[in-house]
């Protein structure tokens, strides 16, 4: 079955120091892979996504994650964390034939000033 | 990128009744879908709307209780039929226009409480 791991339920950073947001895959084939931010009473926004190609990929607000095949992970970094990055954060993965896409359990940032 | 509307954005509803979610999309879209929330989880799949024909529904989930319809390529309900305390949760709309990456674009949801 195909699945995603967030292995870390929360994750605490000082601002202005590097964060990493770990995520692991199990997805048949060359999969997609996203992440998204849920801040509090909102929806979900798209940050980045992996479609082929380069294995950094650049998103919004200064994120950006590397796939790696041979570690089947996908984290999200940002070499300086702001407090207002502070949120929930999901992983997600799909397969090329299917249009559903699976979530991981999230993690919650939290940047402390 | 699509905009999404729901509606309501919350509401709180006596056990036995019913709510529908409405999801109006700002341009025409090739799939929608809608996902369950529940209070610090992450997203579960409740079903795919298909425009003119019944919802494609995951497992462990039914149209007896989630009945969906798709009259068109930019609106969709779900109605939480029945409701108890236990489908308490936020209701969110996706949908995706891209046949390249399966990219999806989600609602503000709806914040559903049941007493």
């Known amino acids: 079955a195909q699945s995603v791991a967030q292995p870390e339920d929360q994750v605490n950073v000082a601002e202005g120091n590097p964060l990493t947001v770990k995520c692991t895959y199990s997805?048949?084939?060359?999969?997609?892979l996203f992440w998204y931010v849920q801040y509090p009473n909102r929806g979900l926004q798209f940050l980045l996504k992996?479609?082929?190609?380069?294995?950094l990929v650049k998103g919004s607000y200064g994120f950006e994650a590397e796939f790696n095949k041979s570690q089947t992970s996908f984290h999200l970094k940002k070499p300086s964390a702001l407090v207002s990055d502070s949120a929930l954060y999901f992983c997600?993965?799909?397969?090329?034939?299917?249009?559903?896409?699976?979530f991981g359990s999230g993690t919650r940032l939290s940047i402390r000033p | 990128s699509a905009v999404i509307s729901q509606k309501p954005s919350r509401d709180i509803c006596q056990r036995g009744t019913s709510l529908t979610i409405q999801c109006q999309v700002d341009?025409?879209?090739?799939?929608m879908f809608w996902y369950r929330q529940q209070p610090g989880q992450s997203l579960t799949l409740i079903a795919t709307?298909?425009?003119?024909?019944?919802?494609?529904?995951e497992s462990g989930f039914v149209i007896d209780k989630f009945p969906i319809s798709r009259p068109n390529l930019t609106f969709s309900t779900l109605t939480v039929s029945n409701m108890s305390p236990e489908d308490s949760s936020i209701y969110l709309c996706?949908?995706?226009?891209?046949?390249?990456?399966?990219?999806?674009?989600f609602g503000p949801g709806t914040r559903l409480t049941v007493l």
């Open positions: 996706s949908v995706s226009d891209s046949p390249y990456d399966n990219e999806q674009f």
């Open positions: 997805v048949s084939g060359n999969p997609y």
């Open positions: 992996y479609i082929t190609g380069d294995n």
């Open positions: 997600a993965g799909a397969t090329r034939s299917a249009s559903k896409i699976i």
């Open positions: 341009s025409q879209v090739t799939m």
């Open positions: 709307a298909n425009q003119g024909s019944e919802a494609t529904y």
